[in-house]
Nanobody, 123 residues
Framework: QVQLVESGGGLVQAGGSLRLSCVAS????????MGWFRQGTGKERESVAR????????YYADSVKGRFTISRNNVKNTVYLQMNSLEPEDTAVYYC????????????????WGQGTQVTVTS
């Protein structure tokens, strides 16, 4: 069983930055692929960024490439999402997710999910 706790969301003006953190419980954190997803009001949940267990492979949605960076610290059991040049369209609840299977994470059906953290970007 893995518990995920996100933090770092908030209210920011367009062009600003935020860093989200997701702390995972458990001893096998490095075995899990991790991902950040988001869901805006009235929108479907979408994958934002994913990272392999070792951190050597990353994926970004086209809408955030060049602006967001996903990283992980396997000693601290934490995955981060650095968000720069934020736009109003980035407003959403951001969720952290984990799964042994990178493919399941890619399909948005990861086994473990956090409770979400709200990010609001004003124009």
């Amino acid at each position: 069983q893995v518990q995920l706790v996100e933090s770092g969301g908030g209210l920011v003006q367009a062009g600003g930055s935020l860093r989200l953190s997701c702390v995972a419980s458990g001893r096998t954190f490095s075995s899990y692929a991790m991902g950040w997803f988001r869901q805006g009001t009235g929108k479907e949940r979408e994958s934002v960024a994913r990272i392999s267990g070792s951190g050597g492979t990353t994926y970004y949605a086209d809408s955030v490439k060049g602006r967001f960076t996903i990283s992980r610290n396997n000693v601290k059991n934490t995955v981060y999402l650095q968000m720069n040049s934020l736009e109003p369209e980035d407003t959403a609840v951001y969720y952290c997710a984990a799964d042994y299977s990178g493919d399941k994470l890619r399909r948005g059906v990861g086994e473990y999910w956090g409770q979400g953290t709200q990010v609001t970007v004003t124009s």
